[in-house]
Antibody, heavy 118, light 107 residues
Framework: EVQLVETGGGLIQPGGSLRLSCAAS????????MSWVRQAPGKGLEWVSV???????YYADSVKGRFTISRDNSKNTLYLQMNSLRAEDTAVYYC????????????WGQGTLVTVSS | AIQMTQSPSSLSASVGDRVTITCRAS??????LGWYQQKPGKAPKLLIY???SLQSGVPSRFSGSGSGTDFTLTISSLQPEDFATYYC?????????FGQGTKVEIK
């Protein structure tokens, strides 16, 4: 079964750092286009970052220079390192991927909540 | 960055109604557009990809159309389980952008 499971969320003070993990099963992370998408409480969806199978990475302007997407092929896991966190980074963070020839993300994790507050 | 303008932001409808939601891209995106349904506390669910292709397992009452800059999601006969928020997503760019969402509520 194809599955994504995010972990690592929690309460963090402004300026702090957190690393989210997304463990994949049923497919190979390194062969897929993997994304992080977030949703602030009561708000819409925002695509945060993507890593292509070839290793190219892209970031939303709102997180550029603060967040880093990466993967560990041996663990079949995607990561999001978040530094210099701000209150406006408070959100549920989802990892997501497309499968086969469909690039549009069709498989999503359950999400992990990050709360940035003093 | 490509902006996606989705409308309406909310609508009230009855079971059996035909519902239409639109998305307009700030520049041409070919047919690189998907539609999602999201229920409270749940991850988004892909309904339509490539503007008009029905994702496996999604009921045929959902359909999508459009190309270039203007796109439409249609629910032909609204069912009780369809009350949710719907989002469009352009994945033409290397980093996609979502529309603002449309909340479909019970009239």
């Amino acid at each position: 079964e194809v599955q994504l499971v995010e972990t690592g969320g929690g309460l963090i003070q402004p300026g702090g750092s957190l690393r989210l993990s997304c463990a994949a099963s049923g497919f190979t992370v390194s062969s897929n286009y993997m994304s992080w998408v977030r949703q602030a409480p009561g708000k819409g969806l925002e695509w945060v970052s993507v890593i292509y199978s070839g290793g190219s990475t892209y970031y939303a302007d709102s997180v550029k220079g603060r967040f880093t997407i990466s993967r560990d092929n041996s663990k079949n896991t995607l990561y999001l390192q978040m530094n210099s966190l701000r209150a406006e980074d408070t959100a549920v963070y989802y990892c997501a991927t497309g499968l086969g020839t469909v690039v549009t993300p069709s498989v999503w994790g359950q999400g992990t909540l990050v709360t940035v507050s003093s | 960055a490509i902006q996606m303008t989705q409308s309406p932001s909310s609508l009230s409808a009855s079971v059996g109604d035909r519902v239409t939601i639109t998305c307009r891209a700030s520049q041409g995106i070919r047919n690189d557009l998907g539609w999602y349904q999201q229920k409270p506390g749940k991850a988004p669910k892909l309904l339509i990809y490539a503007a008009s292709s029905l994702q496996s397992g999604v009921p045929s009452r959902f359909s999508g159309s459009g190309s270039g800059t203007d796109f439409t999601l249609t629910i032909s006969s609204l069912q009780p389980e369809d009350f949710a928020t719907y989002y469009c997503l352009q994945d033409y760019n290397y980093l996609g952008t979502f529309g603002q969402g449309t909340k479909v509520e019970i009239k």
